[in-house]
T-cell receptor, first 111, second 113 residues
Framework: DAKTTQPTSMDCAEGRAANLPCNHS???????VYWYRQIHSQGPQYIIHGLKNNETNEMASLIITEDRKSSTLILPHATLRDTAVYYC????????????FGTGTSLTVIP | DAGVIQSPRHEVTEMGQEVTLRCKPI?????LFWYRQTMMRGLELLIYFNNNVPIDDSGMPEDRFSAKMPNASFSTLKIQPSEPRDSAVYFCASTGQSGNTIYFGEGSWLTVV
């Protein structure tokens, strides 16, 4: 599994954009970057994924650098309900498509 | 779609007792995962099934833990005998043929006293 590195915690003011970085310098050419989040006491929830192009959906945007060694998840207008732990994952299909979750980034949205 | 369904949602049991956690994956999904989450160790992958066959059980902590998937719509995770250190939230998740997105259940909260 490609190792990912994320900051342990971040704060963001309500209404502002939250930018969550992730480093995945050992990513292979065919491996996707996935983002999940876990709100307290719930199961992780899928947010977005991408290979090399920037992606956007109703929840967030994903910006992947040209060399694919890092990415940023953007929540354009953070709300209090976005307070959660955010996981950046690069599953390795070579070993069977396991999704290993690291420690993630604990995002706190401040009123 | 009902999503991934887990039972029981909460269980409190005494040390030494057998615990069985159950999971019904999303219909049509062919991969199933069992995870364990604790404050100390975070979210750990225990075992992964593909087409009902265990592919990787390297995360199963010890022989007290066993998992089965007798058919495409049902899986169990059994702990026998249970110990206090097994107290955790156990999540089941499934994904389809494309393997693009994992969907998680709401978890089974286990307390062993």
């Amino acid at each position: 599994d490609a190792k990912t590195t994320q900051p342990t915690s971040m704060d963001c003011a309500e209404g502002r954009a939250a930018n969550l970085p992730c480093n995945h310098s050992t990513i292979s050419g065919n491996e996707y970057v996935y983002w999940y989040r876990q709100i307290h006491s719930q199961g992780p929830q899928y947010i977005i994924h991408g290979l090399k192009n920037n992606e956007t959906n109703e929840m967030a945007s994903l910006i992947i650098t040209e060399d694919r060694k890092s990415s940023t998840l953007i929540l354009p207008h953070a709300t209090l309900r976005d307070t959660a732990v955010y996981y950046c994952i690069v599953p390795s299909y070579n070993t069977g498509n396991q999704f290993y979750f690291g420690t993630g980034t604990s995002l706190t949205v401040i009123p | 779609d009902a999503g991934v369904i887990q039972s029981p949602r909460h269980e409190v049991t005494e040390m030494g007792q057998e615990v069985t956690l159950r999971c019904k994956p999303i219909s049509g999904h062919n991969s199933l995962f069992w995870y364990r989450q604790t404050m100390m160790r975070g979210l750990e992958l225990l075992i992964y099934f593909n087409n009902n066959v265990p592919i990787d059980d390297s995360g199963m902590p010890e022989d007290r833990f066993s998992a089965k998937m007798p058919n495409a719509s049902f899986s169990t995770l059994k702990i026998q005998p249970s110990e206090p250190r097994d107290s955790a939230v156990y999540f089941c998740a499934s994904t389809g043929q494309s393997g693009n997105t994992i969907y998680f259940g709401e978890g089974s909260w286990l307390t062993v006293v």
